[in-house]
């Protein structure tokens, strides 16, 4: 005779520090999933406060809040049981807990026993670790509780199967950078070939701030076989059912949503975070210049795609420098997108502020300042309609630039939201044709024309850089594997060029503590997991 337990999976996007909004979307969804059958509903990592709450937890108000919105969730006659990711506040201990609240009891409460500290991480600086495992009765099926981190380490699986766990049921806030899905699933290998038991492992979507969580929750048999696999960035309530037999737990087949490719992957973070900043911040749409290249082309259909084409407006700010082929490729994408699209010649105010500097500049000749009043007077314009309007600026530098200092501050860098500020150039080139693939929205010119800032006559990219396609593996190499100088030339480069890329990245790190905050889709974007010193006398081109 076999047994089934229904489970519900709530793939939601949680706000962070909306501790009641959260709950009244749990108590929502408790309601869905009965509905739908379910005996359980699962809730992320960190579901009641959403993920990361980071110095919130610190506060008294907060953790009132948390205590009176478990209490309200236990009292409220649920009708499914809920396993639910909160804040567990034990006089001055925090832990990173999941309860399990059934007929207004708690029947048990996990608390995460490996803390993540590294790269986004910083669990330590919060949270207490838990220190044993959690075994539960589910209507006669035995079921290990873990929290995201748990599985990445092969103990607490372990100490779960040894508690007399049949299924493994794991509540995430995992964020999404390349390859993380394709790592997730094949650590759960892992974990359920060294325990034999199969596994739910729920996570998290939306964006916050410069992460974007992709979902991609995943169910997982005891032969290591995905049977059930969720969308991703998008929200997705779905049940599963678990049959127990002869001792045994058998997830029963489900919709196994397929892996994306890259460019996919990545166009669907820069959306989804785009979405949820605007949205979660209450901006009424976004503003943007749009140049005629390639960056702000793909900012532009990333907006676009976001938040719908009557919410993005584009300006088009030419100087004595831009190209009729600018003009006319900007003109173009706009109409082909729909948007607003309006021109502002930034001619009058270059000339003013040079009329005013020129005391200042006599005897001095033209150099990179002339090119950077260029930028900061298309800053000042952009900045004076998003404080009219209420709109906010995106920017459309992308890491190459960022890496370098090869922007402008208080320019091209003036903004509130930097979409691609990860994406290398040619991985921007990648996502453009990716775009222009679901339907042409970027003139072919756009991605074929050399690209240029247009701040100077016969003005290339490549006059103050190395050609991308060296430029852009080198960063790769020492930001994101951390390697010297002598291991990047081992790869082939030529090391006057290394060590001049590298310095050039060391020299401009002012320049990006002081950029807008962007969407991380890299292993290690410049942000909350870069923390290079300002202020520094070391010279990555001297070390081997």
């Not at 949270?127 to 092969?154: H, M, Y």
């Not at 140049?291 to 900012?299: E, R």
Request: glycine share 8%; aromatic share 8%.
């Amino acid at each position: 005779m076999s047994t089934t337990l229904k489970l519900a999976l709530c793939q939601y996007d949680f706000f962070v520090g909306d501790i009641a909004g959260n709950a009244q979307r749990i108590e929502e969804a408790a309601k869905a999933a009965a509905s739908a059958g379910a005996d359980l509903l699962m809730c992320p990592e960190l579901a009641l406060t959403g993920y990361p709450p980071e110095d919130l937890l610190f506060h008294s108000g907060f953790r009132r809040q948390v205590e009176r919105s478990m209490t309200a969730l236990s009292q409220a006659g649920l009708p499914v049981d809920l396993l639910v990711g909160y804040p567990d506040y034990q006089g001055d201990d925090i832990y990173n807990a999941a309860a399990l609240i059934s007929g207004g009891s708690l029947l048990g409460c996990h608390r995460k026993q490996c803390l993540p500290n590294y790269r986004v991480f910083d669990e330590k600086r919060y949270f207490r670790a838990g220190q044993s495992a959690t075994c539960v009765d589910l209507k006669g099926l035995r079921a290990g509780i873990l929290i995201c981190e748990d599985l990445w380490e092969p103990e607490p699986a372990l100490q779960a199967l040894a508690a007399g766990a049949q299924v493994l049921l794991v509540i995430n806030a995992s964020p999404y950078h390349l390859g993380k899905p394709s790592e997730r699933e094949a650590l759960a290998t892992q974990r359920v070939q060294a325990t034999g038991l199969p596994l739910l492992y729920l996570n998290l979507v939306g964006g916050q701030d410069e992460l974007v969580f992709d979902g991609q929750s995943f169910v997982m048999d005891a032969q290591a076989q995905i049977t059930t696999r969720l969308p991703a960035f998008t929200e997705s309530l779905s049940v599963v059912t678990l049959e127990l037999q002869g001792g045994r737990v058998r997830p029963l087949p489900g919709v196994v949503a397929p892996l994306q490719s890259v460019e996919e992957s990545v166009y669907g973070a820069l959306v989804c975070g785009v979405r949820d900043y605007v949205a979660k911040h209450g901006f009424p749409g976004v503003l943007m210049g749009l140049s005629g290249g390639v960056d702000s082309a793909l900012v532009a259909a990333v907006a676009v795609d976001a938040l719908g084409a009557d919410r993005v407006s584009v300006f088009m700010m030419p100087s004595r420098y831009t190209s009729t082929m600018s003009l006319e490729d900007a003109k173009a994408q706009a109409d082909a997108l729909k948007i607003r699209y309006r021109i502002l010649s930034i001619e009058p105010m270059v000339e003013a502020i040079l009329g005013t500097l020129a005391e200042e500049f006599q005897g001095r000749p033209a150099d990179i300042t002339e090119e950077n009043i260029q930028s900061r007077c298309r800053g000042v314009l952009l900045m004076g309609v998003s404080n009219k309007t209420g709109a906010m600026l995106l920017t459309t530098g992308n890491k190459s630039e960022m890496a370098v200092g090869y922007a402008t501050l208080y320019g091209d860098m003036a903004g509130g939201f930097a979409p691609i500020k990860d994406c290398s150039k040619l991985l921007v080139y990648r996502l453009a044709r990716y775009r222009n693939n679901l339907s042409p929205v970027i003139p072919e010119r756009v991605l074929t024309r050399p690209p240029s800032a247009e701040l100077r006559d016969n003005q290339a990219d490549t006059d103050s850089l190395p050609p991308y396609e060296i430029l852009d593996p080198i960063l790769e190499a020492f930001i994101e594997e951390d390697l010297s100088v002598d291991e990047i030339v081992a790869r082939g480069f030529d090391r006057a060029t290394v060590g001049r890329i590298l310095a050039m990245v060391k020299r401009c790190e002012y320049k990006r503590r002081q950029s807008p905050p962007g969407i991380r889709i890299s292993s290690r974007a410049f942000g909350r997991d870069w923390r290079y010193p300002i202020t520094s006398g070391y010279r990555p081109q001297n070390a081997s």
